[in-house]
Structure formats: C-alpha cells, structure tokens
C-alpha cells in the first residue's frame, strides 16, 4: 500500500436488516496513523459500519477496503494485520485469561507476549481466572487485549472504556495514545465526548445511518457554533448523546 492509500476506505455502504434501513449510505476516509471516532446514538448505525469495515458483515451496497484488502474476499489476510474489539463479546466462558491469550496470539506470526498483554490492560491479578467470573469491565480489558494479540495495523474498538471505573478508563487511554504513537491507525467508536475529545484526531457524527459531519473535534465546535462537541452533537441531531447511548 502507497503512503497516498489510507488505511481504511469506506464507500456509500448501505445495510438493511429486514425493512430496517440500519446504515443508509455512509463513506468514510481514515488515513494511516489517524483516529477517527465516530459519535451517534444507539440505532444510529454505528455497530453495523464498523462490523461491515471489519469484514463481520457484508454490506447491501458499497465498497469496503482496508489497507488495501476487502475485508470479505481477503479475510485470512486482514486477520493478520486488523484488531477488533466489540462491545458484546461472545468468548469461551470456561476457559482462563490465559488459555484465552495464547489462543488468539496463536492466530499470530509475531504476537505480543501473554505477559506485556495482561500487564497493558492491568489483567496481571486475573490471569487464571476463568472469564465467565469476570467482572464485566475486566471482561471489556480482556477482549482489547485480544483484539491487541496480533500487534495490529489497524484497531477497531467499539465502546472502549464502557463497564471501566474512572482511573482505569485514563489508563487505557493511556494505552490507546501509545498505539497512536506507534503509527497504528484506529476507529474508535464511543458516547463519551471527553474520550474523543482526548484521543480522536477526527469525528464522525452518524445518525440514521448517514454521517451528518466529520472534521476534527474542535472544527466541528467552531462549524456548528456551539461551546462544546456535546452541544454540536445535540445541535447536529437533535439529540442528547449521553442520555440515549
């Protein structure tokens, strides 16, 4: 891939589920070494774009690819080089944090190691726990760490900090801010505004499945002429971000 491609290229993607039009027509451009967030409601598409970037889900219409791959027909391929963490994780529940990393690094050439992943999100003390008596915010440390087993390129994390207390929710942006300096490229999806205020070098803001704007945080304030992104939200969709997530 030439220094000119970006990372993750998203073209008119549309997916309907049924008569629910979930993502209607969405394009987004996030270049190497970047983090886009992407704001929106629950129901405004956000899930359903990220799992179609990622490969999780075809797209009705449109064209995905990202460094270069089609996230379908070269999913082998992309495996190697992209991380994704969801929200809802659905992992063998009777097996320990370890058995559950040296599963995934397996998948890997060259995985980071069991102990720099437990030590990265403070999972040290749990190693051999079995992950159904998981607390739900360990739960959300243990399927980043998964997700960061193959020291990926590309990172996608949906709903990052969710289930985390407030210090180990600055910690892990501390972790996030160090693959930033690595050059790892990440989509970050969240409703927590200070989250992208923090780590997020642009902003998409989706609702019924189309994207309403996308500029750099503080552009987007200055643009719609409000004081704050979580007044811009609002003034964007006429809704309350922080209510409805």
Same mark, same amino acid.
């Given at each position: 891939m030439s220094s000119s491609e970006p990372a993750i290229l998203a073209e008119n993607l549309a997916k309907s589920y049924r008569r629910t039009q979930a993502v209607v027509d969405v394009s987004l451009r996030v270049d190497t070494g970047e983090t886009m967030g992407i704001l929106g409601t629950n129901g405004a598409g956000k899930t359903t774009t990220v799992e179609m970037i990622a490969g999780l889900r075809g797209p009705d219409r449109g064209r995905v690819r990202v &460094? $270069? &791959?089609?996230? +379908? !027909?070269d999913r082998a391929r992309l495996r190697q080089v992209l991380g994704v963490q969801l929200q809802d994780a659905y992992l063998h529940h009777n097996l320990r944090v370890t058995e559950l990393l040296d599963l995934y690094r397996s998948f890997y050439p060259a995985p980071g190691s069991t102990a720099e992943l437990l030590d990265l999100v403070e999972l040290t003390d749990q190693r051999r726990t079995i992950f159904e008596q998981l607390s739900g915010g360990q739960k959300q440390r243990l399927s980043i760490a998964l997700a960061l087993a193959g020291r990926p390129r590309v990172v996608i994390l949906d709903e990052l900090t969710t289930g985390l207390d407030p =210090? =180990? !929710? !600055? +910690?892990?942006? $501390?972790?996030?801010?160090? &693959?930033k300096a690595d050059g790892v490229t990440i989509l970050l999806v969240s409703h927590a505004m200070e989250e992208v205020e923090r780590l997020c070098d642009r902003v998409a803001v989706i609702d019924a499945g189309r994207i309403l704007a996308l500029d750099t945080p503080t552009g987007l304030v200055a643009r719609v002429g409000t004081e704050s992104l979580d007044d811009a939200f609002v003034a964007l969709t006429g809704k309350d971000l922080e209510v409805t997530a």
């Open positions: &460094l $270069g &791959l089609d996230p +379908r !027909r =210090a =180990a !929710r !600055r +910690r892990m942006w $501390g972790t996030i801010e160090q &693959l």
